[in-house]
């Protein structure tokens, strides 16, 4: 088996439309509505499709729980500007501007946390 890339991934929240609202303002994604009203984040390729908590769509994972992801984004924008910009939404920065090592390269990442306490990590390739 070969894998080219990742299609999509799913993330179980507490409040769909809080989730979106979030991902729309903060990391630029698009609100997609599929499949008879559920809900995804487009960016780029790749969706992240979500569940309510407590009303999964089957199958799913074997142990479900919200705020357990922990994601990497590599952006376009200058990280300096991204954190200016998570600041000016007063968005707390846990971690960053600090150097990391990505799947094909170095990076400059910054972490913060969506509303359900994932952890995101947004990145510059260096």
Excluded: W
Excluded at 35 to 64: C, M, S
Excluded at 94 to 107: D, E, F, H, N, V
């Amino acid at each position: 088996m070969k894998i080219t890339h990742l299609d999509h991934l799913v993330l179980t929240v507490s409040d769909i439309d809080r989730t979106v609202k979030f991902y729309q303002s903060v990391m630029g994604m698009k609100k997609e509505v599929f499949d008879q009203g559920r809900v995804a984040l487009k960016f780029g390729n790749q969706k992240i499709n979500l569940h309510q908590l407590d009303q999964e769509l089957n199958p799913k994972a074997g142990n479900i729980c919200v705020g357990s992801a922990d994601l990497c984004f590599i952006i376009t924008t200058p990280i300096n500007k991204a954190q200016q910009h998570l600041e000016n939404l007063g968005i707390q920065i846990i971690k960053g501007p600090i150097q990391r090592t990505g799947a094909i390269s170095k990076l400059i990442s910054l972490y913060f946390r969506d509303p359900d306490q994932n952890l995101l990590e947004i990145s510059n390739y260096l």
